[in-house]
């Protein structure tokens, strides 16, 4: 990744640690999330808090995941022989993207609002990162045209797993999502197999919701 602003290093080693013995333990995405400035992602006010174990305000009433979650869901999508093409539904501040854009060949990441997708995909370009296809539509839909995905990760949570999203899963494929069910959420992991998708329960999660439309 092309910027100059790295993370401290004081600051750095104790993230990392602190993901390892959280369960975060795979190299490559260690490795890549130590490569990203996640200070630069929020609001300059916010920068020091950027490292902590926290979601935080993004604008727009949206919020990034906690650098836990990202890494969590970000290890339940990595299968090695099979990283070129991601699907992420949610493109809001791109921390999880810029993650996707250094782990898989090719990104297509879908945002319902403008103006966030607009000053996102402004920062991404500015790091060099150009394997990244911005969508600005209501991501229930999917983006057929890039089909089929190895992965597809949901960063908003909907009331169900879309059937659109399910039909662009490769052979063997694998989502992630946090599934809103009757007001409390939980991250599920689908896999696609040639006997029908496995689903699992992974954790107790909270997301914004998932919206219909665009703005
Ligand atoms: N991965 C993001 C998380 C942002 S919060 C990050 O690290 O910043 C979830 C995002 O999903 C928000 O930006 C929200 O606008 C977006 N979103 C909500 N409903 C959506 C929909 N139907 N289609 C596409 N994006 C949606």
Redo the contacts with the bound molecule.
């Keep these: 990744m092309n910027t100059d602003k790295k993370i401290p290093p004081e600051v750095k080693k104790l993230f990392i640690e602190r993901l390892i013995s959280q369960g975060i333990t795979n190299k490559k995405l260690l490795n890549v999330i130590s490569s990203i400035p996640r200070h630069l992602?929020v609001e300059s006010a916010l920068s020091r808090r950027a490292y902590d174990d926290d979601a935080l305000p993004?604008g727009?009433g949206?919020?990034?995941?906690s650098p836990y979650i990202?890494g969590k869901m970000t290890q339940l999508l990595i299968e090695n022989d099979s990283m070129n093409n991601v699907l992420?539904?949610?493109?809001?501040?791109?921390?999880?993207?810029a993650i996707l854009s250094l782990l898989f060949k090719k990104v297509t990441t879908?945002?319902?609002?403008e103006k966030?997708q607009t000053k996102t995909k402004k920062l991404l370009s500015s790091f060099g990162l150009k394997n990244i296809k911005y969508i600005h539509?209501?991501?229930?839909h999917g983006y057929k045209i890039n089909q089929p995905y190895d992965a597809i990760i949901m960063?908003?949570s909907p009331i169900e797993i879309p059937d659109d999203l399910i039909r662009q899963l490769g052979i063997t494929g694998r989502m992630v999502l946090p599934l809103n069910d009757k007001g409390s959420q939980k991250l599920f992991r689908l896999k696609n197999t040639k006997n029908g998708i496995l689903k699992k329960e992974v954790d107790d999660v909270k997301?914004?919701p998932?919206?219909?439309g665009i703005a």
């Excluded at 949206?62 to 995941?65: D, N, R, V």
């Excluded at 949610?90 to 921390?95: E, L, Q, S």
């Excluded at 879908?110 to 609002?113: A, V």
């Excluded at 539509?137 to 229930?140: E, F, V």
């Design positions: 992602f993004i727009y949206q919020t990034i995941s990202v992420e539904i949610g493109t809001g501040c791109g921390y999880q993207t879908i945002e319902r609002i966030l539509a209501d991501g229930h960063t908003a997301f914004v998932m919206i219909k």
